[in-house]
T-cell receptor, first 115, second 114 residues
Framework: DAGVTQSPTHLIKTRGQQVTLRCSPK?????VSWYQQALGQGPQFIFQ???????QRGNFPDRFSGHQFPNYSSELNVNALLLGDSALYLC??????????????FGSGTRLTVV | KQEVTQIPAALSVPEGENLVLNCSFT??????LQWFRQDPGKGLTSLLL?????REQTSGRLNASLDKSSGRSTLYIAASQPGDSATYLC?????????????FGRGTQLTVWP
């Protein structure tokens, strides 16, 4: 049973560019959330997708956008990259928004470096 | 706004010691609490999940307790090993308007030396 799969593993982009990160949830999960983790910090919530809609959003600018597909996989897009966007981006999947006995399952993350 | 704090920020101990990691949260209206382990540069591995109606959960050498009314959780690690070296993160799942959102602490960085 595959867990959460994220791609790519590492990415280097230049300021001002755009990037797309991808996530396939754990089999059976229907909800995908994205988190940004800066070095030495705890993960910060970006947004959550359920039934192909953005259900919640954290304190991130509109440069951060996403999408969920009918097969529950998801993409995170970041436009006009800033140096401060350099971080580990984590995808987490769950059932019914994490409000079950099973909690969240995280992927290995995508390390984004903006130069 | 929910805030999660973890103490201590870092801990370095010899192999074999029993450890207690602390987590506190400001809003007791939580759905559940989850402890994760993170190795350097890697993703999060779930260790234990405690529902808001539960007091504790155990898995092998790990035991997590939850006191929702006081906004505290502890992760107890028995007979620590060098392989336990990692960052341990505590996260709560909120109720109410942000139902399902995880709020994380900054973690406790644990080093167990032989």
């Amino acid at each position: 049973d595959a867990g959460v799969t994220q791609s790519p593993t590492h990415l280097i982009k230049t300021r001002g560019q755009q990037v797309t990160l991808r996530c396939s949830p754990k089999s059976g999960h229907d909800t995908v959330s994205w988190y940004q983790q800066a070095l030495g910090q705890g993960p910060q919530f970006i947004f959550q997708y359920y039934e192909e809609e953005e259900r919640q959003r954290g304190n991130f600018p509109d440069r951060f956008s996403g999408h969920q597909f009918p097969n529950y996989s998801s993409e995170l897009n970041v436009n006009a990259l800033l140096l401060g966007d350099s971080a580990l981006y984590l995808c987490a999947s769950s059932l019914a928004g994490g409000t079950t006995n099973y909690g969240y399952t995280f992927g290995s993350g995508t390390r984004l470096t903006v130069v | 706004k929910q805030e999660v704090t973890q103490i201590p920020a870092a801990l370095s101990v010899p192999e074999g010691e029993n450890l207690v990691l602390n987590c506190s949260f400001t809003d007791s209206a939580i759905y559940n609490l989850q402890w994760f382990r993170q190795d350097p540069g890697k993703g999060l591995t779930s260790l234990l999940l405690i529902q808001s109606s539960q007091r504790e959960q155990t898995s092998g050498r790990l035991n997590a307790s939850l006191d929702k009314s006081s906004g505290r959780s502890t992760l107890y690690i028995a007979a620590s090993q060098p392989g336990d070296s990692a960052t341990y993160l505590c996260a709560v799942v909120a109720r109410g308007s942000t139902l399902g959102r995880l709020y994380f602490g900054r973690g406790t960085q644990l080093t167990v030396w032989p």
